[in-house]
């Protein structure tokens, strides 16, 4: 038995791709993708709006307080059983974060998974909150607290913080807190 002749591209039906055919199909798609998905293709500063919740403003600690690494417990947006927060200076740059650093920043203490308390499980090495002690997600707290690892598909609700001198002011939410409908006061 014969091997198959391989195929050249006038046996196939096919003709050959210039260079010319080439750039124009491909800035044809790139422009189509542009329409699509603006400032993912060309690189423009498209800003995603956020959900922000706004409360009242509520001092939660001091920056002269704070300890680069250590967590500290606080409560907002008021004072109910899920409202628990973590205010932690990471001591690196991070999304959302106030202060001369811009590494303070504070998050829902609650797991959006299934609302598992994550009170305690700040690690500095890392900069993340968790393992979460019902399924082990863990979250970035230096990328907006972003899902690292585990079961949950949500971000932690960030703490919008002020700072007002030396105090820190809590003064909104940006994301859903675990267990409401909505961000509003029970």
């Known amino acids: 038995m014969k091997a198959p002749k391989p195929c050249d ?5 096919s003709q ?21 998905f603006p400032g993912r293709v060309l ?7 956020v959900n922000l919740s706004t409360f009242e403003r509520r001092r939660i600690g001091s920056v002269s307080a704070l300890k680069d690494g250590q967590a500290v417990a606080f409560s907002y947006p008021d004072d109910g059983e899920l409202s628990g927060c973590l205010l932690v200076k990471t001591g690196e740059t991070s999304g959302g974060g106030e202060g001369p650093g811009q ?21 500095p090495e890392h900069r993340v909150a968790g393992p979460c002690s019902l399924h ?16 949950a598909t949500q971000a932690l609700p960030q703490i919008v913080l002020e700072l007002d001198g030396d105090d820190i002011y809590a003064i ?12 509003a006061s029970p």
């Open 9 to 13: 591209s006038q046996a196939c039906g």
């Open 16 to 36: 050959p791709v210039n260079r010319r055919d080439f750039l124009s199909r491909t800035t044809a798609t790139t422009v189509l993708l542009a329409h699509v």
């Open 43 to 49: 690189g423009q500063d498209e800003r995603t709006p």
């Open 103 to 123: 590494d303070i920043v504070a998050f829902s203490s609650r797991c959006t998974h299934m609302g598992g308390s994550l009170e305690g499980d700040y690690k």
């Open 136 to 151: 082990l997600t863990t979250f970035d707290l230096t990328r907006h607290g972003m899902v690292v690892a585990g079961h």
């Open 172 to 183: 909104g939410v940006v994301g859903l807190l675990y267990g409401r409908a909505t961000n």
